[in-house]
């Protein structure tokens, strides 16, 4: 029933580059006890869970083997995607793609899908840790809307709304001299997207062949229509007696 074409348009990939590039100029300012800014960190941003994210910190840590001298950083990922009735478009509608003499090209309505995705906050501190999500959580109201060419070369463009869900503070207040403490926060998203389908193809009516019946005088005309220019090309009339069936 599902075999067709090899059909595949990135839509998971493309929400994580729209995704990313909202928090791709996220910054943290620490400043010296005069309250003067003395350095300016733009915050990374990687696309990768907790574990990861922290065997990542782990390895990339270059002095004295401490994870705060990556700090901060923003790591996210896609958790699970669930279809979403709500948004559901009338699945028969048809996008058209392009046609000629014989043929048409559509695509029917896309899948609506939520795409749930974790973004955490790594900090060394918990100033630098609040810069962050003040400067995160600040747009989301609680929807933010990004534009994403979801399809680029059919055109396709579509305003999508990221909703934060709820956020979350990891803070281990216990620990020694001899470890470092890493503070997190987890922010949870839900992006409204679609899931398209393939593109069919499909012949075009060129023409129509119609019989139309008249009960009065026993007439059944067969006309034939350009599809086209709606003109009459052919039409054949035949008359039959009162005691006569009717032809299927």
């Given at each position: 029933?599902?075999?067709?074409d090899?059909?595949y348009?990135?839509?998971?990939?493309?929400?994580?580059?729209a995704?990313?590039?909202?928090?791709?100029?996220?910054h943290?300012?620490?400043?010296?006890?005069?309250g003067?800014?003395?350095?300016d960190i733009?915050?990374?941003?990687?696309?990768?869970?907790?574990?990861?994210?922290?065997?990542?910190?782990q390895?990339?840590?270059?002095?004295?083997?401490?994870?705060?001298?990556?700090?901060?950083?923003i790591?996210?990922?896609?958790?699970g995607?669930?279809p979403?009735?709500q948004r559901k478009?009338?699945?028969t509608?048809?996008?058209?793609i392009?046609?000629?003499?014989?043929?048409e090209?559509?695509?029917?309505?896309?899948?609506?899908?939520?795409?749930?995705?974790?973004?955490?906050?790594?900090?060394?501190?918990?100033?630098?840790?609040?810069?962050?999500?003040?400067?995160?959580?600040?747009?989301?109201?609680?929807?933010?809307?990004?534009?994403?060419?979801?399809?680029e070369?059919l055109?396709?463009?579509?305003?999508?709304t990221?909703?934060?869900?709820?956020?979350?503070?990891?803070?281990?207040?216990?620990?020694?001299?001899?470890?470092e403490?890493?503070?997190?926060?987890?922010?949870n998203?839900t992006?409204?997207?679609?899931?398209?389908?393939p593109?069919?193809?499909?012949?075009?009516i060129?023409?129509?062949?119609?019989?139309?019946?008249?009960e009065?005088?026993?007439?059944?005309s067969?006309?034939?229509?350009?599809?086209?220019?709606?003109?009459?090309?052919?039409?054949?009339?035949?008359?039959y007696g009162?005691e006569?069936?009717?032809?299927?």
């Amino acid at each position: 029933m599902l075999s067709q074409d090899h059909f595949y348009w990135e839509m998971t990939k493309k929400y994580v580059v729209a995704f990313s590039h909202i928090f791709s100029d996220i910054h943290v300012v620490r400043t010296d006890s005069g309250g003067l800014d003395v350095k300016d960190i733009t915050v990374p941003v990687t696309y990768a869970g907790k574990r990861k994210m922290y065997q990542v910190l782990q390895r990339n840590s270059t002095i004295n083997g401490k994870v705060s001298t990556v700090l901060p950083r923003i790591s996210f990922l896609i958790t699970g995607l669930t279809p979403d009735p709500q948004r559901k478009c009338n699945p028969t509608n048809q996008i058209s793609i392009s046609s000629d003499a014989t043929t048409e090209e559509f695509m029917y309505n896309p899948v609506p899908y939520n795409f749930n995705i974790d973004l955490v906050v790594w900090a060394k501190n918990m100033d630098d840790l609040l810069q962050v999500i003040e400067q995160s959580a600040t747009f989301f109201n609680p929807h933010y809307t990004l534009t994403v060419n979801e399809i680029e070369e059919l055109n396709i463009q579509r305003n999508i709304t990221v909703t934060l869900n709820s956020t979350d503070l990891e803070i281990d207040g216990e620990y020694d001299e001899e470890s470092e403490r890493t503070l997190m926060a987890t922010m949870n998203f839900t992006l409204k997207g679609f899931l398209y389908k393939p593109i069919t193809e499909s012949a075009i009516i060129a023409l129509i062949n119609a019989k139309l019946v008249d009960e009065d005088d026993n007439a059944i005309s067969n006309i034939e229509l350009d599809w086209d220019y709606l003109t009459d090309i052919t039409t054949e009339t035949r008359t039959y007696g009162k005691e006569a069936e009717w032809p299927d």
